[in-house]
């Protein structure tokens, strides 16, 4: 090692350009070299950091070339060369190391600041933009007592560094620390006069907020002792609108009395709303207790005439028209006629049936479960009784015989003009309310619907 750091004519450590003298340099290992911070380092890293101090980027970039690796080296505090460099103001060893690795931007130390809050803190802005280059959000982050960049460029003196960090973020001007201090209220603090009027310009910038402690800008400088500083800080400040925290906190009479005013229409409006729902929940109930009576009174009633279609059904089986022959087969069981009232009446019987076993089976319980059942049933009973009207003029037919047929003919004109008549006209009006109850949704799919009874409930028990 001899001779290595012995500075030639030029200020410069060149020997160690030197082949025989780097290899001699870079053979040797850390066994007696300084402790940098509490941390073994290697006789490279120790040479790269004291030659920051000596601001030679020409040696730094040989140890790079050598072990890039050394940039991302960290001492106890969680100090790296980036930070050390940039806190020292060698920006041509800040240029090399962002060179070779832009991500040690991101390192912290211990305390959480970066490079940017050292080189903001010390004023070193060609430092300050070279960091901002690699990454303009680099402005925002914070260390762990939540300051900024701004906020330590603001303890110091220069006025280029805190305008150079509000080009590349101004709405940082506004981001506050733990105690909820923003820039503003640190250059206050620090009587930088030139500072707070740079601060002032942006539009961002809210004079008036205030500290954890409830403290405006105004307020701390008029804690601050008297001076040329604060009271131009102070001028400055008034100028630009500023006010003491109890001003701000001091609600006016017309805003007091209006925000109560608001407060109690409010406060009745939701009164008479719960009124209204209760109200509308007791009719509510009335009303599904009623429909639930109509249900069952109907349910009840297609029972009754369901197991009176079966009954007749059954026997018109064992009473068939033209009456039976000695081996109890019916005499006209070729005629057409009596074919058609066989078939007829089966379905008639069958379909009785059903609708007599669904309703002893089905439980009663929910409302819309009991309304669909009901309309299946209804639709079956009206089967029935279309089948046991084929089956009557059928009869008619084998009874009356063929001299009186014109007797047949009229009951069939009769009873089919009857049936398709009724049948007709409660299809039409069931067609008819399924389409309203559409309408009556798309147009209720955004407004208040109770949720427990509504419209289309009621209006659904014709239609069924």
């Not at 405006?216 to 604060?230: G, H, K, Q, R, W």
Request: charged share 20%; aromatic share 6%.
């Amino acid at each position: 090692m001899d001779g290595v750091n012995e500075p030639d004519e030029n200020g410069k450590i060149s020997n160690l350009l030197d082949p025989n003298v780097k290899k001699q340099t870079f053979g040797r290992k850390s066994q007696n070299w300084p402790n940098l911070g509490g941390t073994k380092m290697t006789f490279y890293s120790s040479l790269l950091y004291v030659n920051f101090v000596s601001s030679y980027a020409e040696i730094v970039k040989i140890f790079l070339d050598h072990d890039p690796g050394l940039s991302k080296t960290v001492s106890q505090s969680n100090s790296t060369p980036l930070t050390t460099a940039a806190a020292r103001g060698h920006s041509s060893v800040v240029d090399e190391l962002l060179s070779r690795d832009s991500s040690i931007v991101y390192i912290t130390r211990s305390n959480g600041k970066n490079a940017l809050h050292l080189a903001a803190r010390q004023g070193h802005v060609d430092i300050v933009n070279a960091l901002l280059k690699k990454d303009p959000l680099l402005a925002r982050k914070t260390d762990k007592k939540g300051q900024t960049s701004l906020h330590m460029a603001v303890k110091g003196v220069s006025s280029e560094v805190v305008r150079s960090l509000l080009q590349a973020d101004p709405a940082i001007v506004m981001l506050p620390d733990k105690f909820s201090n923003t820039a503003l209220h640190v250059a206050t603090r620090k009587k930088r006069v030139e500072i707070v009027n740079e601060l002032l310009l942006l539009r961002d910038t809210n004079v008036n907020a205030l500290t954890r402690d409830h403290k405006t800008a105004l307020d701390i400088v008029e804690n601050l002792p008297f001076s040329e500083e604060t009271s131009e800080i102070k001028e400055i400040l008034i100028r630009y609108g500023a006010r003491q925290a109890n001003d701000l906190n001091q609600p006016k009479d017309e805003l007091r009395q209006t925000v109560t005013e608001i407060r109690n229409n409010v406060h009745n409006q939701v009164e008479q709303a719960r009124k209204t729902n209760r109200n509308m929940s007791g009719i509510a109930k009335e009303l599904r207790k009623l429909h639930r009576e109509g249900i069952n009174n109907a349910t009840n009633s297609v029972t009754v005439v369901a197991v009176l279609f079966a009954t007749v059904a059954f026997a018109a089986i064992f009473t068939v028209p033209g009456g039976d022959d000695n081996d109890g087969v019916a005499v006209m069981v070729h005629a057409l006629s009596f074919q058609v009232f066989f078939i007829s009446n089966a379905v008639a019987l069958f379909t009785s049936l059903a609708v007599v076993v669904v309703q002893i089976t089905v439980v009663r319980g929910e409302i819309k479960s009991e309304r669909r059942v009901v309309g299946v049933i209804n639709k079956l009973m009206w089967l029935a009784s279309v089948c046991t009207t084929v089956a009557f003029i059928s009869s008619s037919y084998i009874v009356m015989g063929r001299h009186h047929r014109w007797a047949a003919n009229l009951v069939t004109v009769f009873g089919g003009v009857t049936m398709a008549g009724v049948l007709g006209v409660m299809t039409y009006f069931v067609v008819k309310s399924k389409k309203l109850r559409r309408v009556r949704r798309k147009s209720k799919g955004s407004g208040w619907r109770n949720t427990e009874f509504s419209d289309d409930d009621v209006n659904r028990i014709y239609a069924i």
